[in-house]
């Protein structure tokens, strides 16, 4: 009911961003303690893109992505349930979308971002990682390259000062484990005031991070297509 707008509205926002050579895909990176590879931080194929979009479970590693299916299985028949990581990026995206402060490309995409129900964390390029590193390793250097100032890294998430800087956008987002699972578990009364218990009845998804990986890359989509047309319009 909710997301179905926002994958809709997700769907014309690809297809728009693609007429500007902007693509979004996105991958489970991670269900319960299992993960896969990270995208390249500096930019994945096109065909990579088109052949994720084509997979029902949509991983880079199909044999990962077996050992994901059986511990969501494995949860369900445990009467419980798991969350995950989503990766997603945007690749061939313009140097200057976005502002500082309030409005930067940060900002928007978290605030569409947590819009999108069990979401509990972003962080963009080596995220938390970064703070370990010192300045001159965080830094993404420059060069010229057929003309093109490109990024000799890009662990701050194609972004700089809330400003993308031509470098592919890429973030990762938390999926928390499904609340609705069907062992009894402690709660409250409020009407007669004391401890009770409750067991959900009813079916409820062992595991919600496959089903969110195309509504992640909704949200993004339409954010990024906002940031390209507010961009064009001070030109």
């Known amino acids: 009911r909710l997301t179905a707008p926002l994958v809709f509205i997700g769907a014309v926002a690809k297809q728009a961003l693609a007429q500007e050579g902007m693509l979004v895909g996105a991958h489970i990176l991670q269900i319960a303690d299992i993960k896969e590879e990270n995208f390249n931080p500096l930019g994945i194929e096109d065909k ?15 044999a990962i992505g077996e ?47 947590f819009s999108v129900p069990a979401v509990k964390g972003v962080e963009f390029g080596d995220g938390f990682g970064i703070s370990a ?15 093109k100032v490109v990024a000799d890294t890009n662990h701050n998430g194609g972004i700089t000062g809330g400003i993308t ?39 409820h998804d062992p595991c919600i991070v496959q089903r969110a990986v195309p509504v992640i ?19």
Not at 91 to 111: C, I, K, M, Q, W
Not at 171 to 178: G, L, S, W
Not at 228 to 235: F, Q, T
């Open 67 to 113: 050992k994901m299916q059986a511990r969501i299985l494995e949860a369900k028949a445990d009467l419980n349930s798991v969350g995950g990581v989503i990766e997603a990026m945007v690749t061939n995206v313009p140097a200057g979308l976005g502002a500082p402060y309030f409005d930067s490309v940060e900002s928007r995409l978290s605030h569409a971002l």
């Open 165 to 203: 800087n031509g470098m592919p956008v890429t973030f990762r987002v938390a999926i928390k484990p499904t609340p609705s699972i069907s062992r009894e578990q402690k709660t409250v009364s409020l009407a007669e005031q004391c401890d009770t218990t409750l067991t959900i009845v009813g079916r």
């Open 217 to 235: 890359e909704a949200v993004t989509a339409w954010t990024m297509w906002d940031l390209l047309i507010e961009a064009k319009k001070w030109k």
């Open 48 to 62: 990579t893109v088109v052949e994720l979009d084509a997979k029902e479970f949509t991983v880079l590693d199909d």
């Open 133 to 147: 590193m010192t300045g001159a390793e965080a830094n993404d250097t420059l060069h010229f390259e057929d003309g």
